[in-house]
């Protein structure tokens, strides 16, 4: 079956222009904002992806790949339809691209005399499903023709995956199913037959159960699979390791991925939640399973783990099962054996715990009750962590961006004294002396319900602090009141959606010099979630000169010095475009 192909407006494939089919040279290879990440040198899929020259884009199940330079001759190169993939996200490597997303296949189902119909009788749509894991490795080389070179398969979701080193490592979660033959997780892995999406080649087993690790004591019935997949070597065999246990959030450095898992226990003997984390080490594409260890409390994101100098550190909540107890925020420090070395316990009774950024030998934690307690922690002797100091402000951070070494970035809410939630909030913070953290500048924008995915998706901001740049998407609400009604409470009322464009610095602060939408009509009837409509922007990037925002609808090019637009490039002509919605942790 052949991938099909389209031309979309009214650029066509067999008249690129030599401007933009030209090969550049070293010194002519453009500068470009990567994907924003967790840590250094260890890539994160995204929804979108640049390698300067072309842009990576989904739109309308598609993988449309466009030429982004020079702005002014921008045109999709080539879409390809993915074929039933629902895509998820995305990894580049040179000239070899990884999709990662989803499909379903039915569940074989025996046939049996005593049932009154049989089962290879009913439409295909109408038997149970099971989902399945995807990753596609695409060769690139050609724009104008990407070809799909590996298709694997797992049985089961996708949690999450990384890349490092010519590598990617995915994570994958497996539901036992008790009433079924296949009781481990299994896959296909399509190299040769990589075009025919109804293969009747058969699912292996990804393990034999004694190949199998576990963590003592044993309290799920779901298995999760790691698995490493190379770029430049297509056919080199998967390598695999699976251990009996579910999978929260996973975090990982350029030796090693962190599996969290939040159990609840009894309820009866008030322990609350425990965290089990499982550890693996990844080189050159093998695999390993190395230890686990459990820790109390529940890991809020990622962003709560992080490994330096083979100590791992890792922020929980305990919330006692009785309710009367406070809840309290905990963090440990555990040595390559995951063996613990040190902890600062109690942080912030009664307050919940939003964020955490680990930067060097320092820890960054975000609270809230009434203000916003950050709190900065000394981690230099993993043995004696201590908390250095305190800054209470109003309002929350519900995500951590390192600015520099000495101050931080914080993306949340304003909540006044009294509860009220008054909009979106920035803030710089100093933390140049650690004893006395102090806040430089805030911005507030909105109301209520004014939102952006950055809130919750790193990988929605651009920040690039040499350029001064600091882009994100928001859905901005304002609050009306009825007036019919009087008594009744403001409710929010949608008018824009798009990128806020600031600049930041040091000494000014956050300074709007624009917003920017790909709606024909950036006003939106509040009944209508801005964030999920196919032209909300999604993600925003600059190369060389010219600042680029993507939705699933378009590019919108603008000139990065004064802003001025310099093109728009159609991605899709769908009257309706499914929204994406990006892998969770």
Request: proline content about 7%; hydrophobic content about 35%; aromatic content about 10%.
């Amino acid at each position: 079956q052949q991938i099909s192909k389209s031309t979309l407006g009214d650029y066509r494939l067999d008249s690129m222009e030599s401007s933009q089919a030209r090969e550049f040279s070293p010194s002519t290879l453009p500068n470009y904002s990567p994907t924003n990440v967790q840590v250094e040198g260890v890539d994160e899929g995204d929804l979108v992806k640049t390698d300067g020259r072309f842009i990576y884009t989904f739109s309308d199940q598609h993988l449309t790949i466009t030429a982004a330079t020079p702005p002014r001759d921008a045109a999709v190169i080539s879409s390809t339809d993915l074929e039933g993939l629902q895509p998820r996200e995305m990894f580049l490597n040179g000239e070899r691209l990884i999709i990662l997303g989803e499909r379903s296949r039915p569940v074989p189902q025996p046939w049996s005399p005593s049932r009154s119909l049989r089962m290879d009788w009913i439409e295909p749509a109408m038997l149970p499903s099971q989902p399945l894991a995807i990753a596609e490795l695409w060769d690139v080389s050609d724009r104008a023709n990407p070809e799909r070179i590996r298709m694997t398969a797992w049985t089961g979701s996708l949690i999450t995956a990384r890349a490092t080193k010519g590598f990617a490592y995915l994570a994958i979660q497996t539901q036992v199913n008790p009433n079924e033959q296949e009781l481990v997780p299994m896959f296909r892995d399509q190299i040769q037959d990589v075009e025919d999406l109804e293969s009747d080649r058969e699912f292996q087993p990804v393990a034999t159960c004694k190949d199998i690790s576990y963590v003592d004591p044993i309290q799920s019935a779901t298995f999760v699979t790691v698995a490493s997949l190379s770029f430049d070597h297509p056919s080199r065999a998967l390598d695999q390791s699976v251990v009996l246990a579910r999978g929260d959030m996973v975090y990982a450095s350029p030796q090693h991925l962190y599996l969290a898992v939040t159990s609840y226990g009894d309820w009866s003997d008030n322990s609350g939640p425990t965290t089990t984390l499982v550890k693996f080490s990844f080189d050159r594409g093998r695999v390993r399973a190395r230890g686990a260890a459990h820790v109390a409390g529940r890991t809020l994101n990622q962003f709560s783990m992080d490994e330096r100098d083979g100590v791992f550190r890792i922020v929980t909540t305990r919330e006692p099962h009785n309710g009367r107890d406070a809840r309290a925020t905990d963090l440990y420090l555990l040595d390559d054996n995951l063996e613990r070395l040190g902890s600062v316990e109690n942080i912030a009774p009664g307050e919940q715990f939003y964020a955490a950024r680990f930067f060097g030998d320092r820890a960054y934690l975000v609270t809230f009750q009434v203000t916003d307690p950050l709190f900065v922690v000394d981690l230099s002797d993993p043995k004696n962590p201590k908390i250095l100091g305190e800054l209470e402000i109003p309002g929350y951070s519900t995500y951590l961006q390192p600015y520099d070494e000495t101050h931080l970035i914080g993306i949340g809410r304003n909540i006044t004294s009294s509860g009220r939630d008054q909009g979106l909030k920035f803030a710089l913070f100093d933390v140049a002396d650690p004893a006395h953290p102090k806040t430089l500048h805030t911005e507030i924008i909105g109301d209520s319900s004014t939102t952006s995915p950055a809130l919750t998706d790193h990988k929605a901001l651009l920040f690039d602090r040499e350029k001064a740049l600091f882009i994100l998407p928001i859905s901005i609400q304002r609050t009306t009141r009825t007036q019919d009604i009087e008594p009744m409470p403001p409710y929010p009322q949608a008018f824009f959606q798009g990128v806020a464009v600031y600049r930041l610095t040091l000494e000014d602060g956050f300074e709007l010099r624009t917003q920017i939408s790909h709606a024909t009509d950036p006003s939106y009837p509040s009944s209508y979630y801005p964030p999920k409509m196919p032209n909300a922007i999604q993600r925003s990037l600059w190369i060389d000169d010219a600042l680029y925002t993507i939705s699933n609808r378009q590019i919108a090019i603008h000139d990065l010095e004064d802003l001025v637009e310099l093109k728009r490039v159609e991605l899709s002509r769908s009257a309706s475009i499914p929204y994406i919605y990006p892998l969770g942790e």
